[in-house]
């Protein structure tokens, strides 16, 4: 069990200033719907690969002098429900700390918020790091895991680099022994050497955000408990992929994971649909690769933008037919990155 994170964040606490850069995660077995709203308890478990593109460096200062909070994001002061969740996870390190100071949030996202992407899992795996060490909170990497996982879901599997697996954990009366069951950690996959190309359709905020899509979805879906069931199988298979290197099986079982992920949300009432038609000549564009013989697999969040997963030595030719099937798009490539990380504010 790795123990760094907030091993490193004891050394940093006595000053009441600590910065921690996280990158976002992309679930190849997906994450959707609450057995626990609260506490964030996911209905099964999920698994991702952790970017080595587009980090969030947070840096949380703690001001014994404040009456409130200071939250600024990207250089502005926040506002709404994202200045009040990320107090309100601030409370609940203060909680935690048996600390009360105030703290100076300050932090910068290289992702577009909100459009799929997963800004919120490499905000909030960032700032859990730096609040824990600004604050003093003690715990190893499991821990720093569960606590992210309270301001987003899958920000705790963020925590950890390369392929993670988040365990859905199990509701209960019993408050503390439900929180302590979700929990990440890290999956070997040997002889595997993926990339991830992103091509960014539309990079603005979503029209119904995760929260309202996930609660609908499971409240009016007839599709969502087939699918839950099917995912569960789902992660058996794709462990057992991971596990022997098998990368085009993990790709094909990813691929139909996020397409009936997606399908669940078309059956909502009333219906929650991300895709654009660029997302769909993106997916068109992988299956004529596959046909011409390219281990090329989609996966897509709660968003219009389309992931495409596939061997490393591959992607520059993925990212060149992605490009051209959607010109207006941005394309990046991703390889597996690292886990969240304590800095000296320059980003060591």
Same mark, same amino acid.
Request: glycine content about 8%.
């Given at each position: =069990?790795?123990?760094?994170?907030?091993?490193?964040?004891?050394?940093?606490?006595? *000053?009441?200033?600590?910065?921690?850069?996280?990158?976002?995660?992309?679930?190849?077995?997906?994450?959707?719907?609450?057995?626990?709203?609260?506490?964030?308890?996911?209905?099964?478990?999920?698994?991702? =690969?952790?970017?080595?593109?587009?980090? %969030?460096? +947070?840096?949380?200062?703690? &001001?014994?002098?404040?009456?409130?909070?200071? @939250? +600024?994001?990207?250089?502005?002061? $926040?506002?709404?429900? !994202?200045?009040?969740?990320? %107090?309100?996870?601030?409370?609940?390190?203060?909680?935690? #700390?048996?600390?009360?100071?105030?703290?100076?949030?300050?932090?910068?996202?290289? @992702?577009? +918020?909100?459009?799929?992407?997963?800004?919120?899992? #490499?905000?909030?795996?960032?700032?859990?790091?730096?609040? /824990?060490?600004?604050?003093?909170?003690?715990? &190893?990497?499991?821990?720093?895991?569960?606590?992210?996982?309270?301001?987003?879901?899958?920000?705790?599997? #963020?925590?950890?680099?390369?392929?993670?697996?988040?365990?859905?954990?199990?509701?209960?009366?019993?408050?503390?022994?439900?929180?302590?069951?979700?929990?990440?950690?890290?999956?070997?996959?040997?002889?595997?050497?993926?990339?991830?190309?992103?091509?960014?359709?539309? $990079?603005?905020?979503? *029209?119904?955000?995760?929260?309202?899509?996930?609660?609908? +979805?499971?409240?009016?879906?007839?599709?969502?408990?087939?699918? /839950?069931?099917?995912?569960?199988?789902?992660?058996?298979? =794709?462990? *057992?992929?991971?596990?022997?290197?098998?990368? !085009?099986?993990?790709?094909?079982?990813?691929?139909?994971?996020?397409?009936? =992920?997606?399908?669940?949300?078309?059956?909502?009432?009333?219906?929650?649909?991300?895709?654009?038609?660029?997302?769909? %000549?993106?997916?068109?564009?992988?299956?004529?690769?596959?046909?011409?013989?390219?281990?090329?697999?989609?996966?897509?969040? *709660?968003?219009?933008?389309?992931?495409?997963?596939?061997?490393? /030595?591959? /992607?520059?030719?993925? $990212?060149?037919?992605? $490009?051209?099937?959607?010109?207006?798009?941005?394309?990046?490539?991703?390889?597996?990155?690292?886990?969240?990380?304590? %800095?000296?504010?320059?980003?060591?």
């Amino acid at each position: =069990m790795r123990t760094e994170p907030l091993a490193r964040s004891r050394a940093q606490a006595a *000053a009441g200033d600590a910065t921690a850069v996280a990158h976002p995660n992309i679930a190849l077995i997906k994450y959707w719907g609450k057995s626990d709203e609260r506490l964030v308890l996911p209905r099964t478990d999920s698994l991702s =690969m952790t970017l080595d593109i587009f980090p %969030t460096t +947070t840096r949380v200062r703690l &001001d014994p002098h404040a009456g409130e909070d200071s @939250v +600024t994001l990207g250089g502005r002061p $926040a506002t709404g429900e !994202a200045a009040r969740r990320i %107090t309100a996870f601030l409370d609940l390190v203060r909680e935690r #700390s048996g600390r009360g100071e105030r703290a100076v949030v300050d932090s910068e996202n290289t @992702v577009p +918020t909100g459009a799929g992407l997963a800004s919120s899992a #490499s905000g909030f795996a960032a700032l859990a790091l730096a609040a /824990a060490a600004a604050y003093g909170l003690e715990g &190893d990497a499991r821990a720093l895991s569960r606590l992210a996982r309270r301001g987003s879901g899958s920000a705790s599997r #963020s925590v950890f680099g390369g392929f993670v697996l988040w365990h859905a954990g199990q509701a209960s009366a019993d408050e503390e022994q439900a929180d302590s069951s979700s929990y990440a950690e890290p999956v070997a996959a040997p002889g595997v050497d993926p990339a991830l190309v992103i091509a960014v359709v539309n $990079a603005g905020p979503k *029209a119904v955000s995760s929260r309202e899509a996930m609660r609908r +979805t499971v409240d009016t879906s007839p599709l969502y408990e087939p699918w /839950a069931a099917s995912s569960r199988a789902d992660l058996v298979e =794709m462990r *057992a992929a991971l596990g022997r290197g098998d990368l !085009a099986a993990v790709g094909e079982i990813a691929e139909r994971n996020a397409l009936g =992920m997606h399908a669940t949300m078309l059956a909502a009432r009333p219906a929650v649909r991300y895709m654009a038609p660029a997302s769909l %000549t993106v997916l068109d564009a992988v299956l004529q690769l596959r046909q011409e013989g390219v281990a090329a697999y989609v996966t897509m969040d *709660a968003g219009p933008n389309v992931k495409v997963l596939c061997p490393r /030595a591959q /992607a520059q030719r993925v $990212a060149r037919a992605v $490009a051209e099937a959607a010109p207006d798009s941005a394309v990046h490539i991703a390889a597996p990155g690292p886990g969240a990380r304590l %800095t000296d504010g320059d980003g060591r």
